[in-house]
């Protein structure tokens, strides 16, 4: 499995962006899909994640409410919608794949598979 991420950038507190992950490889949609991230001198913290099928995802407490994931399986794509966009926001945010079976992780080392990273940068 390869993955590519795409869609970060500069935006302003309030603000909205949405990240892409493109992936390849014919087990892609039998994996479960997050977003992580790390910020400058920071641990890669887990974002969200979401199952194989679409049809449960699961979120850190920061981003509850404000960021929504998905998955496209006739594009083999996984997104990230992020709104109220906030300076803490700020990090490169990575997709990655786990072809685990125990369910959601937030431990980056469960996850198998690693796209590229995004900058995204929240300025207040």
Excluded: H
């Excluded at 981003?63 to 996984?78: C, M, P, Q, Y």
């Amino acid at each position: 499995v390869q993955l590519q991420a795409s869609g970060g950038g500069m935006v302003q507190a309030g603000g909205s962006l949405r990240l892409s992950c493109a992936a390849s490889g014919r087990t892609f949609s039998t994996y479960t899909m997050g977003w992580l991230r790390q910020a400058p001198g920071k641990d890669r913290d887990f974002v969200a994640a979401i199952s194989w099928s679409g049809g449960s995802t699961y979120y850190a407490d920061s981003v509850k409410g404000r960021f929504t994931i998905s998955r496209d399986k006739a594009k083999n794509t996984v997104y990230l919608q992020m709104n109220s966009l906030k300076p803490e926001d700020t990090a490169v945010y990575y997709c990655a794949a786990d072809r685990g079976i125990a369910g959601f992780s937030s431990d980056a080392t469960d996850y198998d598979y690693w796209g590229q990273g995004t900058q995204v940068t929240v300025s207040s």
